[in-house]
């Protein structure tokens, strides 16, 4: 057994040659532990190191580290007991026990073991300790744990400190060179399978022990694949399951002893006998430089661009920030002095990064803090302006929390104090006869007044929404009868925003056949229980009314007068201005507006907000138009009542078309969309139903088009 006193001699000749060859500062300081020598602290001048190494620990990197101490030894049994009161060893009852490294300490338990250590020494403990496992008692087996960095106390050595000191100023496989070695390191080839006493084999370069070997060490870090790009610092992810460990032990082969190795562990982990630690602390008298502070801190603010002043609460500290998204450095970044400012664009948002440095600290961690141009957003108009049969209740919102609102329908603008207020959802109702332009705005103390919002309301008997020309998928793989999917292309067109009402059929037809003509505001409810016919006949007369031409021409009317027509020969002419209803793949090109999903509102089969259908219609046809409308602007193009296309019902081929019609004959119209009966699946918008011409259902109704 060799006597601390020995070990102190020891200590003492190798500092003195190291001080003669080394270019780094290497004097034994202060003993922390006053045990005659086993604990001494070496500084490490701070500089800049390649890390990890190819094959074992990629992708290599430069790391620049300040300067800081390392224990020169792993803390021993008598240390750890003398600080925090009892051994957890397991090599505990050895002879020279008191000599070895201890190990089976949990990595909570070696950072409480920092603290009070710092606390023996009269230093600022640099780490703070809550929600500890036990609350009393040890092995400690959970615990939130922060690093404060600024504090002079001991700490665990994050991983780029450790790999910096066993290196030792080398760049070879071991700390010694390219081969294993048994004058360096206790491993499974030399340890007769038991720890070591501490500095028993040789030192590295920089005068430190058992780097390798003997025990693993507790780094600070949590455990993640390395990041590209050199850094400055590094204390690894923010957050993690496991820690890193470092260094091999007595019972691992001499692979894991290479200076890049890296293993991890869970930091609850007491039952290992091959764990242990080492402390660093800053260079002496010396923390980290506290983090940048910014005056206004972040939020939101009405100024595009903002000055924000920053400062550093350490002496004699110079500041460089950024503003284009890369990380500040002690090199890297715009120059000031602590007070100084930094100038931010807020809109729509700018992220202002910190960091604080001094020569002989460690360099602060960043500050990171996002600046936002705080514009009210602008009013939101439900249903959206346009043409309308009748007066419209407009529902009025704004995305910012909180906001105030007012509006106008006389032709002037509102503002925070002109105009009518109107709380966020509330409505108003809108003449469409004559045209009326609702002007809304929001606003917000301390933020900026949003847009004005305009939209004019106009009378139509048929309102219409222009639908873009364009090329779709159309079919899908759900159902039979909607294979093969094929490229369809189709020419602008005008589509009704909405499904033909029950009072539009009564005044154009002098008729209303509705199944629900009973329903409270029936007028605004879709027409439906009318035959194709009946939908072709009212095309033709709208149009005469609006002076078009007709697209249809009707003979063999039957009955000759009157309704439901049950049969009729019907030959169509698209080449005429007039109404006409939609081919199916018009319907299906308007319905999706662009959407490749199953539905015009995504995957879902949650309809309420788009739909009525048989979960939320209360089995009946519902107004149309209060359900959220699809991109396109149209609305109830899901749900309500199926409409009547102008298509007989085929079979789809694989072939790409062009403004196809369907098949020259057959038995069955189509129709699409589903209805206030129907389930969610039938609200898809590949979906095809049919009917015979000649019937009607209360399920089923129609919306009209128009050329462009």
């Known amino acids: ?132 496992l036990p609350a009393i008692g040890h092995p400690i087996v959970a615990a939130t744990v922060v690093l404060v960095p600024e504090m002079n106390g001991f700490r665990l050595p994050s991983e780029a400190q450790w790999e910096y000191a066993v290196r030792g100023g080398s760049a070879s496989t071991y700390p010694w060179g390219e081969s294993p070695s048994g004058a360096y390191a206790w491993y499974d080839d030399n340890s007769e399978s038991e720890t070591h006493p501490v500095g028993e084999v040789s030192a590295n370069a920089w005068g430190l022990s058992d780097m390798t070997g003997n025990v693993w060490e507790w780094c600070q870090d949590w455990y993640a694949a390395y990041a590209s790009g050199a850094q400055e610092n590094p204390t690894g992810p923010a957050s993690g399951s496991v820690r890193v460990l470092r260094g091999g032990s007595w019972i691992h082969s001499s692979g894991y002893l290479r200076s890049a190795d890296r293993r991890f562990s869970l930091p609850s982990d007491a039952a290992t006998l091959s764990v242990g630690f080492r402390v660093v602390a800053p260079l002496a008298g010396q923390g980290a430089v506290a983090a940048p502070v910014f005056d206004p801190p972040p939020g939101l603010y009405p100024t595009d661009p903002l000055s924000v002043t920053i400062n550093c609460a350490t002496d004699g500290a110079s500041i460089r920030y950024t503003t284009d998204g890369s990380p500040p450095t002690s090199s890297n970044g715009t120059l000031i002095a602590p007070g100084g400012q930094a100038v931010v664009g807020t809109s729509p948002t700018g992220t202002l990064r910190a960091v604080a440095f001094k020569d002989g600290m460690s360099t602060s961690s960043v500050t990171v803090g996002s600046y936002v141009y705080s514009v009210v957003a602008a009013p939101t108009l439900s249903p959206r302006p346009g043409f309308y049969a009748v007066d419209q209740v407009v529902t009025v919102l704004c995305a910012t929390s909180g906001a105030s609102m007012r509006y106008t329908t006389d032709g002037t603008d509102p503002t925070t104090e002109l105009g009518d207020p109107l709380a966020n959802g509330g409505t108003v109702t809108v003449v469409v006869s004559p045209a ?237 969309g589903g209805s206030w009966n129907q389930s969610a699946v039938w609200l898809r918008s590949a979906c095809r139903g049919d009917s015979s011409p000649g019937s009607g259902s209360s399920e089923l109704g129609f919306r009209v088009v128009l050329p462009p």
């Open 1 to 132: 057994m060799r006597r601390p006193s020995v070990l102190a001699a020891l200590a003492a000749a190798l500092v003195a040659a190291l001080a003669a060859s080394c270019p780094y500062p290497v004097p034994v300081l202060d003993n922390p532990l006053d045990a005659d020598g086993v604990g001494y602290l070496v500084q490490v001048a701070g500089g800049t190191f390649s890390m990890g190494q190819a094959g074992i620990a990629e992708p290599v990197h430069a790391v620049t580290l300040a300067g800081f101490r390392i224990g020169q030894y792993e803390v021993t049994q008598a240390q750890y007991e003398s600080v925090m009161g009892y051994n957890p060893s397991a090599f505990s009852s050895a002879e020279d026990a008191s000599l070895r490294p201890v190990e089976q300490v949990t990595w909570y338990d070696a950072a409480e073991f920092c603290n009070r250590l710092s606390l023996r020494e009269g230093l600022q403990p640099a780490y703070t300790i809550t929600g500890r």
């Open 436 to 672: 009326t332009t609702l002007r809304v705005v929001a606003y917000k103390d301390g933020w900026v007044d949003s847009v004005v919002t305009a939209g004019t309301y106009e009378y139509a008997f048929m309102p219409t929404v222009a639908v873009p020309g364009g090329t779709f998928t159309m079919g899908s793989l759900a159902a039979a009868g909607e294979q093969p999917t094929h490229e369809a292309s189709v020419g602008a067109f005008r589509m009704g925003a909405f499904e033909v009402t029950q009072g539009q059929f009564q005044i154009v037809t002098g008729h209303n056949p509705s199944a629900f003509s009973g329903n409270v505001s029936a007028a605004d409810c879709p027409v439906e229980s009318l035959s194709w016919f009946d939908a072709v006949e009212f095309c033709n007369l709208l149009s005469a009314i609006e002076g078009k031409t007709p697209a249809y021409v009707i003979a063999d009317r039957v009955p000759a007068t009157g309704y439901p027509i049950t049969a009729a020969t019907v030959t169509a002419d698209f080449g005429q201005d007039g109404y006409r209803l939609p081919t199916e793949a018009q319907w299906e090109y308007a319905a999706r507006a662009g959407t490749v999903s199953s539905y015009y509102w995504g995957e879902s089969t949650e309809a309420t907000a788009y739909a009525w259908y048989s979960s939320n219609s209360t089995a009946r046809t519902r107004t149309t138009g209060r359900r959220l409308p699809n991109a396109f602007g149209l609305y109830d193009m899901a749900g309500n009542v199926w409409e009547w296309c102008h298509d007989w019902l085929g079979l789809y081929t694989a072939d790409a078309q062009t403004d196809p019609t369907g098949p020259a004959t057959g038995t069955e119209r189509v129709a699409r």
